[in-house]
């Protein structure tokens, strides 16, 4: 199992129109073939500067892959990452 997480901060203000667009957008990720147990969700430790957190898991490389090529994928990428993500944190991780 790869647990895929993305910890990152907006260029908008916070509940903004474009944060909400943006949350909106990351949701759709869900339905993209062998994604599991997808969260999106607020940070709120006083511990790091991230606002938001995207989570997912994954039962293979191969399916991470798949998903890391979906068109869908790549999509949100463009329509909204590209434009609205001003810092990130990209963690993938398996259990030992």
């Known amino acids: 199992m790869i647990h895929h997480s993305v910890i990152l901060n907006l260029k908008h203000p916070k509940g903004s129109a474009e944060e909400a667009a943006f949350i909106k957008g990351a949701k759709l990720l869900a339905k993209i073939p062998n994604v599991l147990n997808f ?51 990209e963690i993938d991780y398996v259990e030992i």
């Open 39 to 89: 969260k999106v969700s607020k940070q709120v430790s006083t511990k790091n500067y991230y606002d938001f957190g995207i989570s997912m898991d994954f039962a293979n490389q191969k399916h991470y892959d798949t998903y890391s090529n979906h068109p869908d994928h790549e999509a949100f990428i463009q329509k909204y990452w590209v434009k609205d993500v001003a810092d990130y944190l």
